[in-house]
């Protein structure tokens, strides 16, 4: 779409989104024309919101002025709004006009409100006189009310853009997101008749012998309530004393889950693809049936579902997101940066060095000598504050409260007056910076001003009765003038945020989603009598929120379905689980991907800044590629002591010394060469079949006899030599012309400029001769002599003006360049060590570099299945489509074919032992283990006997991954020769069995596509990294908040009854759970009990007691999950105020 051509005639008209907007001061609507009285009613939008929301029966029951307040402000915005809508039909025309009232989109808008306005002042009215119940489901009439905050928010979506391309966008976006949607409802569709296909009826209950299957109680089921299976052989059997029967219960006690049907299956879907609760449901389905079915169901499930689905919502609308980002650049503005000290420097020598010195003009003054300005400037008094800093996070961090019947405030008495010396210092720091910079530049940067703010919040603390309250705030705060110190952090977490205006725009969508979502639901829910989700707007806030949050939301759906149920009718129930289920797949698709999509926005680096970052990407690329690794680097510390040959029998009067075997090779290697091309073309004369005509060689009658160097025959040159040495010619000319400046083709190793066909092998010295000497030529060059090569392959010319030279474009053919003489560098560089040193390249340092049995390993570690097809009359490769299993069996060689089978196979075997299954006791479990030791032993031997251990250039230990085959071998290896018998906790056999665990990250080490992911991981490690430091501060602003706040108040009574520490001993009666559903006992029963003693303790799963526990139980709420339980703990114990 970018590099798409836009049209330079389109339509330049702004977005229409309101009728008001279009209006100038010569239309004959004066009085709402005006801009004061268009503000007046977009604050009387809000106005209306903030009435609509406190209008419910148990706010007017805390609060009974409410009722004559909402009245009259109700009364009030709909006179206004109607007068307008009569004005705006009075000048437009109802149905007849240029631009009528009822045939533009907003104006129907606004009638729509007037009405409902109208709606809601009547019922009021009704409400007041009594004619009308305070808990009437009429109130359903006001739901659309909160709507009218629209005319507030469409002020903001005024945008500069043609309307024909805000068109474009919003179909092309529509048809992504629609196209994910029907790929959403074709899973639904197909688990849903799944479901009903595999699971029907889940009503199966273990019930006591003597119950009376029409008359159903509490305590007729087991504690705690199961499913169970009528059949011997599948599913969950009742204990003795008990039976299985099917139990027919309405919907509104037995609950929703089901798979009754095609619609109750595909709401059982949809509850259990949101993660929330499905492991119950998997369980009671492999209570009721064969666990088979409910296995494969849910895992299928929830892979597609869950995490593809969702993850493709994540793309699409990150796409979109994207797009649409490039045609509101306006709307969003140009990324900043990092706002630095806005100085003057000038470059200033002496006899020490240059360095960079203020301006006096523009250095900050202040009252304080020049000497304490160098203070602050300073290292040591910068790292002095972080020191401080860490101290006081410490001190807060060392916290910790103990439940001994010590009073709270003892624990305050050390850490009171601990704080009240920091708060000095960080006050004399904030002092000592205005005195030095003076105020007007210490107020110049952001930093100097939240310090300034958090000196005058942690001041205020101190006073006694504000030191325990929300002031704590700003003491843990603190620490996050750490993440100052680090200029790595700190412009990754300006990045994730960036400018404010993307992230602020989307969290205020969200709020205003949030509080127009709230206010309709409590008007839809607030009828419910006794029912405290929606009765007050803070109460349907926090409901739907904990919705958003996707934890428990599905209590909440189905808490107000069995209760809208009692007080209408059954068929409200699907219409209320329409309305959530659509809201919480807006929220959590849509939404929460918007975030997902604006984040991964700030993350991308601007577009010149990915284009000289890929440059050099490339160049350190090209340039790494030139060393060798520290291994092979080892040899080049050691003398050079090539191999020599001695010659003998040699007729001479002079003994000659000893000559280079390389040198020597290149002779033999020709004369062997030579006699098997005379073999052959012998055989091809007296055998009649004609050879290749220009290389036939001539009959000799008589022996020939070996010479040191071959005669030279002028008259019968090869044919073939006089090809090779023209090709040889061009390739130094080539060489000659990349060095001159010239375009011409990049010659490439082992290929002629034409890309003729290989010759013989007797004349590749040669070609290696002519190589050597283009890459000593080219070693020379330096970076600058690639400058004239284009993009295109023009060739740059000196006189030409800079101008037309773009920075940003991609040198594509000097990075080729650069690439191709790293490489040839590289290898001559191997090349030289492998002449030099006669150990170099030695498996072992003791198998032959060129034995037979060396390659014969070769043949055995690198043979693998040839994928390409050619074509029998040309030659040439062809691509075949289908042949998937051919690629699949090319993928990797046989040998590792054969391992990831037999390391599959040992994997499976691992996950058959038990605690009493054990490999020590069943034999098939050890010949598992014993196949996969030897079978391993084997490869590695193999590759190791064929490219070394560690001292060669495709070494066995040359990378991570290496090491890891390594090392999982050595742990096996010693619990294979171990075999304990007896595993003690926290020994070293429990240690190997630990580590056995590692034995499937072979299968990544062995398939190329898995490496390359986990390859791909770990350069993100320092991405990684950064978010996990920013997690961990932010986790300890809060943790420290927490202990300050919460720790030690959070212990009570295991009885509600008692209240005091002294009094909570002995025992008493405790109801417990039995089932999830609406049963009650009967009136001559009670409900299930038992004895048990008090106990006065914190609650189960967290507390704030010290830093670590705090931390934790914010780790869980990090994951969505248990949040809910310590909001109602908080709520229970300190009131509402503590949920700040």
Not at 458 to 487: G, H, M, N
């Amino acid at each position: 779409m970018l590099g798409r051509k836009q049209s330079l005639r389109g339509e330049h008209i702004l977005a229409d989104y309101g009728p008001e907007e279009t209006l100038n001061d010569s239309t004959d609507i004066e009085w709402d024309n005006k801009r004061w009285i268009r503000w007046i009613l977009r604050v009387c939008s809000l106005v209306s919101l903030v009435s609509v929301s406190a209008n419910t029966p148990r706010s007017k029951e805390l609060y009974p002025s409410l009722i004559y307040a909402t009245f009259c402000s109700d009364l009030f915005i709909t006179l206004l709004f109607t007068l307008e809508m009569v004005a705006k039909m009075q000048a437009r025309g109802i149905l007849k006009g240029d631009v009528p009232y009822l045939k533009d989109r907003w104006c129907q808008y606004d009638a729509s409100m007037v009405f409902f306005l109208w709606v809601s002042v009547i019922l009021q009215v009704f409400e007041m006189c009594d004619w009308v119940g305070q808990h009437s489901y009429l109130s359903v009439l006001r739901a659309p009310r909160p709507l009218i905050v629209v005319r507030l928010i469409r002020i903001f979506l005024k945008l500069s853009m043609p309307k024909n391309r805000l068109k474009q966008i919003i179909k092309r976006s529509s048809q992504q997101i629609y196209n994910v949607t029907l790929f959403f409802l074709f899973f639904m569709s197909l688990y849903g008749l799944l479901g009903v296909q595999l699971f029907g009826e889940l009503r199966n209950h273990c019930v006591r012998n003597d119950t009376d299957e029409e008359d159903i109680s509490l305590n007729s089921l087991a504690v705690p309530d199961t499913f169970c299976s009528t059949e011997r052989d599948s599913g969950y059997q009742c204990p003795e004393g008990m039976k299985c029967v099917p139990l027919n219960l309405a919907k509104k006690v037995s609950g929703f889950n089901g798979f009754n049907n095609f619609a109750y299956s595909i709401f059982t879907v949809y509850q259990a693809a949101s993660q929330e609760g499905w492991v119950f449901i998997m369980y009671r389905a492999i209570d009721s049936l064969p666990g088979w079915r409910a296995t494969f169901f849910f895992t299928t499930m929830i892979f597609f579902l869950s995490w593809l689905v969702k993850n493709v919502f994540i793309a699409v609308i990150t796409e979109t997101f994207n797009e649409m980002r490039v045609q509101f650049q306006q709307l969003w503005g140009i990324r900043g940066h990092i706002q630095q000290e806005p100085v003057t420097q000038v470059l200033s020598g002496d006899d020490l060095g240059w360095k960079l010195v203020h301006v006096d003009g523009n250095k900050p003054r202040g009252w304080a000598p020049e000497c304490c300005m160098r203070v602050v400037v300073s290292a040591g008094y910068y790292l002095l504050i972080m020191g401080a800093i860490i101290s006081n996070a410490i001190a807060a961090a060392s916290l910790s409260f103990k439940h001994d019947g010590r009073k709270r405030e003892e624990f305050y008495h050390h850490y009171y007056y601990i704080e009240v010396g920091f708060t000095l210092f960080f006050n004399l720091e904030v002092l000592f910076k205005m005195w030095c910079l003076g105020l007007r530049g210490y107020w110049r940067l952001s930093i100097h001003k939240f310090e300034f703010l958090l000196a005058v919040g942690t001041t205020l603390r101190l006073i006694p009765y504000l030191f325990d309250s929300p002031f704590t705030y700003f003491q843990v705060l603190r620490i996050v003038r750490l993440i100052k110190a680090s200029p790595i952090l700190e412009d990754f977490v300006y990045k994730i945020f960036g400018p404010g205006k993307k992230l602020g725009s989307l969290i205020l969508f969200t709020m205003c989603l949030l509080l127009i979502a709230s206010s309709i639901s409590m008007q839809l829910f607030c009828f419910l009598d006794n029912y405290d989700k929606f009765e007050t707007f803070a109460h349907a806030f926090m409901s739907m929120f904990q919705i958003l949050t996707q934890e428990g939301w599905v209590e909440v759906m189905d808490e107000t379905m069995i209760k809208t149920m009692r007080e209408t009718t059954d068929e409200i129930a699907p219409i209320v689980a329409i309305y959530f289920i659509l809201y919480h797949l807006f929220v959590t698709l849509i939404v929460l991907s918007l975030f997902v999509a604006v984040i991964l926005d700030n993350l991308e680096l601007d577009e010149d800044f990915k284009k000289l970052k890929q440059i050099k990407a490339r160049e350190q690329s090209a340039g790494i590629q030139e060393t060798l690794p520290l291994r092979l680097r080892v040899f080049e510390k050691f003398p050079a002591r090539p191999t020599m040959a001695r010659l003998h029998k040699v007729p001479s009067d002079f003994s000659l010394p000893k000559v280079r075997e390389s040198f020597m090779r290149q002779y033999l290697e020709e004369e062997v060469e030579e006699e098997d091309g005379l073999g052959k073309g012998r055989g091809g004369l007296l055998g009649g079949e004609g050879g290749d005509e220009d290389a036939s060689i001539s009959f000799r009658k008589r022996r020939p006899v070996r010479l040191l160097t071959p005669l030279s025959h002028p008259r019968n040159a090869d044919y073939e030599k006089k090809k090779q040495g023209v090709s040889n010619i061009i390739c130094d000319a080539n060489n000659q012309r990349l060095l001159l400046g010239d375009s011409g083709q990049i010659p490439l190793p082992g290929k002629s400029i034409h890309a003729q066909p290989t010759f013989s092998g007797k004349h590749n010295w040669l070609e290696q001769k002519s190589i050597r000497r283009s890459v000593r030529g080219s070693v020379k060059m330096k970076q600058q002599n690639y400058d004239h090569l284009k993009e295109n392959g023009d060739i740059g010319v000196m006189n030409r003006t800079s101008a037309s030279r773009k920075p940003q474009d991609l040198d594509i053919k000097m990075l080729q360049a650069k690439r191709q003489q790293a490489e040839m560098k590289r290898n001559q560089r191997e090349e030289d060590l492998r002449e030099n040193h006669p150990y170099f390249d030695t498996p072992l340092f003791a198998v032959g570099r060129e034995s037979r049995f060396r390659r014969l390993c070769q043949l055995v570690v690198y043979s693998r299945y040839d994928t390409s097809h050619k074509d029998p009359i040309t030659g040439k490769e062809r691509k075949i489509k289908y042949k998937r299993l051919h690629n699949l069996l090319g993928l990797v060689t046989y040998l590792d074919w054969v391992m990831i089978l037999v390391t599959t196979l040992s994997c499976i075997a691992l996950m058959m032992e038990t605690a009493n299954y054990r490999i020590t006791n069943q034999p098939w479990l050890q010949i598992a283990e014993f196949a996969f030791v030897v079978f391993m032993s084997l490869e590695l031997g193999l590759k190791i006997l064929a490219d070394g251990l560690l001292f060669t250039p495709k070494a066995l230990i040359r990378d991570m991954a290496g090491v890891l085959d390594l090392f999982i071998y050595t742990v096996s290896l010693l619990f294979l020769c171990w075999m304990p018998q007896h595993v003690p906790p926290q020994s070293g056999a429990q240690l190997l069995l630990i580590l056995r665990c590692l034995r499937p990250l072979r299968i990544f080490n062995l398939v190329p596509h898995m490496r390359r992911v986990v390859s791909e991981l770990c350069k993100g490690f320092k991405e990684i990294l950064l978010v996990s430091v920013l997690l961990i501060v932010l986790l300890f602003v809060f943790a420290s908040y927490g202990v300050q706040m919460y720790g030690g108040r959070l212990a009570r009574c295991n009885d509600e009854n008692i209240t005091q520490r002294k009094e909570c001993v002995g025992v008493f009666v405790r109801e417990i759970f039995v089932t999830k559903m609406k049963l009650e006992p009967k009136v001559d029963e009670k409900h299930p009990a038992m004895l048990v003693p008090r106990v006065w303790a914190n609650p189960r799963r967290f507390n704030f007691d010290n830093i670590g526990s705090a931390m934790l139980a914010l780790f869980e709420v990090l994951s969505f999950k248990g949040w809910l339980d310590i909001r109602d703990v908080l709520r229970m114990r300190l009131g509402i105020v503590s949920l700040n």
